[in-house]
């Protein structure tokens, strides 16, 4: 079996930062892409960013791109999301994820084979 730990959530002002960490273990340290979506209250699952675990090629969703950085510590097995100049639409729980291959759109949910628990992120303004 695979495990992901999300952390570093919390509440910040418009404008802060975060980062948020996911461990990774068992089965999900095989996968191809590591990914971080986001879920707001009434609304589905989206797409944040993704990051591939052997070469560290990264992708974005727009509405994050030049804010967001996406990392990963293979030593650590940790994959990282820093949040830079956050906005109170970013107020989201974030998931982590894990699975995916060369050839699967790593931007959509149905990629993913783990996720974690979530972390909730709060931007007030």
């Known amino acids: 079996q695979g495990q992901l730990v999300e952390s570093g959530g919390g509440l910040v002002q418009a404008g802060g930062s975060l980062r948020l960490s996911c461990a990774a273990s068992?089965?999900?340290?095989?996968?191809?892409?590591m990914g971080w979506f986001r879920q707001a209250p009434g609304k589905e699952r989206e797409f944040v960013a993704r990051?591939?675990?052997?070469?560290?090629?990264?992708d974005y969703a727009d509405s994050v791109k030049g804010r967001f950085t996406i990392s990963r510590d293979n030593a650590k097995n940790t994959v990282y999301l820093q949040m830079n100049s956050l906005k109170p639409e970013d107020t989201a729980v974030y998931y982590c994820?894990?699975?995916?291959?060369?050839?699967?759109?790593?931007?959509?949910?149905?990629?993913?084979?783990?996720w974690g628990q979530g972390t909730q992120v709060t931007v007030f303004s």
């Open positions: 994820a894990a699975g995916g291959n060369y050839y699967s759109d790593t931007t959509t949910r149905r990629a993913y084979d783990y």
């Open positions: 068992g089965r999900t340290l095989s996968s191809y892409a």
């Open positions: 990051i591939t675990w052997r070469s560290g090629i990264t």
